[in-house]
């Protein structure tokens, strides 16, 4: 599937997540398409970016594993599916809008949150989106350079 429609496909299901379960469930899913997303440019991007791609891929591996959840809903693991980029900057847009509309979910259980473990899940987790949006906007810089030719 190509990656701006993943992505939409994720943002639309953290969006109808209504129960803690869900929310950090849909946030995980997110995180794991942040790996994706990374190991993809960093695979088949430009040589620029693909250092800061593999920073976004480890970003995403940790926001994970800090979320310590399996992923599996009754789709799986949605990133699975992503086969092609056909826009990175479009995908990488996207993507920033997805991690901070993960952060204001996360925001949103922590302060209701009744248990003190759920209250520092949330907050590692919104650290991690925190760095993985760094990292994007790292790539995006890096896609906005003009490609430098050999030296004359």
Do not use: F, K, N
Request: aromatic share 2%; charged share 20%.
């Amino acid at each position: 599937m190509e990656a701006v429609r993943l992505i939409e496909e994720t943002r639309c299901a953290l969006a109808r997540s209504a129960v803690v379960r869900d929310v950090v469930a849909e946030v995980w899913q997110v995180q794991a398409l942040v790996e994706a997303v990374g190991s993809h440019i960093a695979i088949t991007g430009p040589p620029a970016v693909r250092a800061e791609a593999v920073s976004l891929s480890a970003a995403g591996m940790h926001g994970c594993v800090t979320l310590r959840h399996d992923g599996q809903g009754a789709e799986g693991v949605r990133a699975a599916r992503l086969t092609r980029m056909d826009d990175a900057r479009a995908a990488l847009g996207v993507l920033a809008l997805l991690l901070a509309e993960s952060v204001t979910a996360l925001v949103g259980v922590s302060v209701s949150a009744e248990e003190g473990g759920l209250y520092w899940l949330c907050a590692e987790a919104i650290d991690a989106a925190d760095q993985s949006a760094d990292r994007v906007a790292g790539i995006l810089r890096g896609l906005a350079l003009p490609e430098r030719g050999p030296a004359a």
